[in-house]
């Protein structure tokens, strides 16, 4: 019964091979295409360039292209979920496009086209009357892609209270 013959060895080898060969090409199909990974500093600050560009009160999202094949924001938006459901339906209670979500002195930034590894930073100015409180912890920051029909989107924080610490 235990006979190792070089056939038998030869075909669990084969057998091995194949199964990591299969393996590594499962992942990489679905490794590839459009990856957006979402990074925010919720409470922003900019410094630098001359006093005519710093600014505070910032949301800064910076998006950076994981994937294998380039794609195009086309804007960046607000949404406010209130619950849970309303987030996995994608039925937001309100929501925002911003159209200018570029830093002071630096040209418009949408459209435009992000290759892979490359970042692309837009910004949310939180001031004015008009402005909602976003930093409440039921609103999400995105961008929209021509890759995909909901945006990418990433949670705003609830932001704490400073004069307590």
Known sequence: ????????????YAAIISTVAITIQVRN???????????LISDGVVIGGGPEFDEKDLIILTVTNRGTAPTMITNMTVLEYKSFWQRVRNKSSQRAVIPNPQ??????????ELPPAKNWTGVIRKKGPD??????G????????????????TRIPKLKDKSSS
Do not use: E
Request: a positive charge.
């Open 29 to 39: 199909y679905f490794a590839s295409g459009v990856r957006l990974h979402l990074s």
């Open 131 to 136: 402005v909602a409180n976003l930093t409440t």
């Open 138 to 153: 039921v609103w999400y920051v995105g961008v929209s892609a021509n890759t995909r029909n909901r945006p990418y989107l």
């Open 1 to 12: 019964m235990n006979d190792w013959t070089p056939q038998a060895v030869i075909a669990i």
């Open 103 to 112: 830093l002071k002195g630096y040209p418009p930034n949408t459209p435009s």
